[in-house]
């Protein structure tokens, strides 16, 4: 893992509120929507971030704010010391080289109409001091070599190539910049099992050989073990639990992560049966209405008057291990191993 003085992305108290309106042709806000809501964290350069957590949690929005799709209610997203939230024109447009993404579904990700050249250089177009001209193709067939692809290819559609070799042409396209982070949102939940790991090794080749940072969002726990140095897990907008891939998975310390861990399927047997499955009653509250104090306090059996009344920080507890937990009753576990 990189040291604390080769941070290249810095996430500052991120807030993202969807203001909830009514009314046709007088809108008036009645609410707000509160997808991301207060996040901060470092990513090292050369580090894998996981991010997990239930779908609704905030994950793709977070992704959104770090690339600047969305811009933030308040907070600040630091790429290379520089707040891209507030960047605006060409500021905007050299800062976003060094930030790339690699979407979640390689069907719908890749213009149909376009050829793999097309795709992969597509970014030479948009930044075209990047590249003369002139060397693009020879560029671009060597990103499809670099990902494992044919480069005598450059010239077939994307129907002309399965799911994970669509996977392995948007990668490539993320590549094209030589980004210093790339956000994979979900880059593996698409593709079959056996394809799942060799886009995964891939990933982590590419990290070695060019000492990319990774933000890595996934519900796969298993997945998100096998390639993060860290983990971050999400509830209802918040970081509930942010610590070292070890001490997430065989040392969790937050109700919540427990029960997620308590959910992964075991092969063993000696396993399931050792384990204790963690059931959460009710359904997650609404992001439009979420409750007093700690979020998660409603679904928690450890909920107790101070859950409702105060709001849990991420901090280190007394309890709680090495890492922070926001859990006035965080206490660290040992749980069944997941591989």
């Not at 447009?93 to 979407?103: A, G, L, S």
């Not at 060597?142 to 559609?157: A, C, F, K, S, T």
């Not at 050989?209 to 990774?214: H, V």
């Not at 450890?302 to 859990?327: F, T, V, Y």
Request: aromatic share 4%; charged share 25%; net charge negative.
């Amino acid at each position: 893992m990189a040291t604390p003085s080769e941070v290249v992305l810095e996430v500052r108290d991120l807030v993202k509120h969807f203001p909830l309106t009514q009314g046709i042709l007088y809108k008036r806000q009645i609410g707000a929507i509160k997808a991301v809501d207060g996040i901060s964290f470092d990513l090292h350069r050369g580090e894998t971030l996981g991010i997990v957590g239930e779908s609704g949690c905030g994950k793709s929005t977070l992704a959104k704010l770090l690339m600047a799709l969305e811009r933030p209610t308040s907070g600040k997203v630091l790429v290379g010391g520089k707040d891209i939230a507030a960047a605006r024109g060409s500021e905007l447009k050299h800062m976003r080289r060094n930030i790339q993404m690699v979407m979640q579904d390689p069907y719908t990700s890749l213009n149909p109409r376009m050829t793999v050249g097309d795709i992969v250089g597509e970014p030479y177009e948009i930044h075209s001091e990047v590249v003369p001209k002139g060397d693009r193709r020879k560029r671009v067939q060597e990103l499809l070599e670099v990902v494992g692809l044919n480069p005598d290819h450059i010239n077939r559609y994307p129907h002309q190539f399965s799911g994970g070799q669509r996977q392995r042409i948007g990668i490539a396209r993320g590549l094209a910049l030589q980004p210093e982070i790339i956000i994979c949102d979900e880059p593996v939940s698409a593709l079959d099992v056996s394809i799942q790991a060799q886009v995964m090794n891939l990933l982590d080749g590419l990290q070695k050989e060019f000492n990319l940072a990774y933000i890595f969002i996934a519900h796969d726990l298993s997945v998100v073990r096998h390639i993060s140095d860290r983990v971050g897990v999400m509830y209802l907008g918040k970081m509930v639990e942010l610590g070292k891939d070890t001490e997430i998975y065989d040392r969790p310390s937050h109700p919540y992560t427990q029960a997620l861990l308590s959910a992964v399927p075991v092969p063993d047997p000696d396993g399931r049966e050792q384990r204790e499955r963690i059931i959460l009653q009710g359904d997650p509250p609404s992001p439009a209405n979420p409750p007093s104090g700690c979020r998660f306090r409603t679904r928690c059996w450890k909920a107790q008057d101070i859950c409702a009344e105060q709001e849990p920080l991420l901090e280190i507890r007394d309890k709680a291990g090495d890492h922070p937990s926001a859990c006035h009753f965080a206490e660290a576990a040992d749980v069944v191993h997941v591989n």
